[in-house]
């Protein structure tokens, strides 16, 4: 299920890192489960397709102990999809303190669209001050995942933070949407030609 979640180039380092994850899931059965898989472009024109959620228990403390630098930052990827919400916020922290190569970018942006301000206020505050160029790149080639999600991400704020956070402007999903993404309203249009 994951070595298309990766670039072909590292097959080895993937396979390596699922040999050495505990399949065991949360749920107590010897299995992966997912949920659908999503599908995101490259710069180098090649496909990604990783799942939406993983349900399988996060035991490594230290990956440093059993990978590379390279197979450390697919673990975080994998486990940047987990169900359990405090899971993929270490991991999504991890990712934001390496060196992000493209192929990381498809994971932090679909975190983005998601309901758990903690992680959102986490990814602005690491992006908003660097150049995110590559971002805005990854987010143009697939802009109907991107404005998919940015519509998610919309919905979320409307169901959980509308109350507290009244003005769309002012809502951390729609800033990290804008400035560090690029989100306009033009694409939208785009996506409809």
């Known amino acids: 299920m994951f070595i298309n979640a990766f670039p072909k180039q590292l097959k080895y380092d993937v396979e390596f890192v ?19 898989n999503e599908s995101w472009k490259l710069k180098n024109g090649e496909n990604i397709c990783f799942p939406y ?40 922290a991890a990712l934001l303190e390496a060196e992000t190569p493209d192929w990381v970018i498809p994971y932090i942006i ?18 908003s001050k660097t150049d995110t160029l590559a ?10 995942q991107f404005v998919k999600g940015y519509d998610r991400m919309i919905s979320y704020w409307n169901e959980y933070y ?10 951390i999903g729609k800033k990290l949407y804008e400035d560090c993404f690029g989100y306009t309203k033009a694409m939208l249009l785009d996506l409809k030609h």
């Open 135 to 144: 971002y805005k790149e990854i987010c143009s080639l697939n802009l109907q």
């Open 53 to 92: 959620r993983i349900y399988l228990t996060d035991k490594i403390v230290d990956c440093g102990e059993f990978f590379s630098p390279s197979q450390e930052i697919i673990y975080h990827c994998i486990f940047s999809r987990s169900n359990n919400g405090y899971v993929r916020e270490k991991h999504i």
């Open 162 to 171: 509308r109350n507290e956070c009244c003005n769309l402007c002012d809502y």
């Open 110 to 127: 679909k975190i983005c669209e998601e309901y758990v301000l903690k992680i959102l206020k986490l990814v602005y505050d690491k992006l």
């Open 18 to 36: 699922i040999e050495h994850i505990f399949l065991d899931s949360c749920y107590g059965e010897r299995m992966l489960v997912a949920s659908q």
